[in-house]
T-cell receptor, first 109, second 108 residues
Framework: GQQLNQSPQSMFIQEGEDVSMNCTSSSIFNTWLWYKQDPGEGPVLLIALYKAGELTSNGRLTAQFGITRKDSFLNISASIPSDVGIYFC?????????FGTGTRLQVFP | SQTIHQWPATLVQPVGSPLSLECTVEGTSNPNLYWYRQAAGRGLQLLFYSVGIGQISSEVPQNLSASRPQDRQFILSSKKLLLSDSGFYLCACCGGYTFGSGTRLTVV
């Protein structure tokens, strides 16, 4: 079956540092989505990627859709305390949307 | 833009009792709809998705079922809850662009 790996599982960083996380899959996808989830809330879409090789930014966030269409990464630059939360990748084809296992980010002042 | 209404926000139910969680969508038509469950500190597990009225795909065999009686209504049900059904249930639509605020279910 399809495998989706997200790493790292957790990160503990100092405010101001840059963060990088990635997802790899055994299958090819047409779309990669990245979400952030705060405690007790539903995930919020951060960035959507639609094309292999695409690099998209949203403020301090940058994400790329891998050329092979089997992977994606998310970078956060100059982290701030409100970046704390769980970040998920979610690749998507036509109907089914599956989620990575998440990267839990802690930012210390 | 789409909005998802999901209720209740929290629910405590005894083992063996039935369950019905409802999700309704506004601002779009014929959306793909999804039910996810999230255990504490874990990722989102896809339970069911639907591409249209009466069309349900089940991802994980379990004690739950889903129905889509109307275009913008998605219902998650159980006839008899188990302790392991506890978790945070999330409804999503529209290719994952919008999530509901979730229902925290505790089975006691």
């Amino acid at each position: 079956g399809q495998q989706l790996n997200q790493s790292p599982q957790s990160m503990f960083i100092q405010e101001g540092e840059d963060v990088s996380m990635n997802c790899t899959s055994s299958s090819i996808f047409n779309t990669w989505l990245w979400y952030k989830q705060d405690p007790g809330e539903g995930p919020v879409l951060l960035i959507a990627l639609y094309k292999a090789g695409e690099l998209t930014s949203n403020g301090r966030l940058t994400a790329q859709f891998g050329i092979t269409r089997k992977d994606s990464f998310l970078n956060i630059s100059a982290s701030i305390p409100s970046d704390v939360g769980i970040y998920f990748c979610a690749p998507y084809n036509t109907d089914k949307l599956i989620f990575g296992t998440g990267t839990r980010l802690q930012v210390f002042p | 833009s789409q909005t998802i209404h999901q209720w209740p926000a929290t629910l405590v139910q005894p083992v063996g009792s039935p369950l019905s969680l409802e999700c309704t969508v506004e601002g779009t038509s014929n959306p793909n709809l999804y039910w996810y469950r999230q255990a504490a500190g874990r990722g989102l597990q896809l339970l069911f998705y639907s591409v249209g009225i009466g069309q349900i795909s089940s991802e994980v065999p379990q004690n739950l079922s889903a129905s889509r009686p109307q275009d913008r209504q998605f219902i998650l049900s159980s006839k008899k809850l188990l302790l392991s059904d506890s978790g945070f249930y999330l409804c999503a639509c529209c290719g994952g662009y919008t999530f509901g605020s979730g229902t925290r279910l505790t089975v006691v």
